[in-house]
């Protein structure tokens, strides 16, 4: 059995639309639209995509965005910058949500 994961899945991304042309054309339009250059450049979006990348744990994404971020000359120290931000996040919406288990430990125990 081969890995779960397969890089060469990634290019096989546009298939999407054997199954509903409709949606992923609408899908494809908007997430090109998204990623133009705006209020944040197209470099400032890819550094961005890659921390999330991170953040929700896409391999797919990860392996874009890294090599999306190569082609705009961003850092490797910059790459990692970036996934420390995100994995900053991450860790602390989790620790966040230990004020949902005090209050109801504290609700019990009144």
């Avoid at 546009?14 to 197209?42: C, H, M, N, P, R």
Wanted: hydrophobic letters at 45%; glycine letters at 8%.
């Amino acid at each position: 059995m081969g890995a779960y994961y397969e890089s060469n899945d990634l290019r096989k991304f546009g298939k999407i639309a054997d199954y509903d042309k409709d949606l992923a054309d609408k899908f494809f339009e908007w997430y090109g639209s998204v990623f133009e250059e705006g209020a944040l450049s197209a470099r400032e979006k890819a550094l961005i995509a890659l921390a999330v990348s991170h953040a929700v744990q896409c391999p797919y994404c990860i392996d874009a965005y890294t090599e999306e971020n190569l082609k705009f000359g961003v850092s490797k120290e910059q790459m990692m910058e970036a996934v420390h931000v995100a994995s900053a996040i991450r860790g602390g919406a989790a620790l966040v949500h230990g004020v949902q288990m005090m209050n109801k430990v504290n609700k019990q125990e009144m």
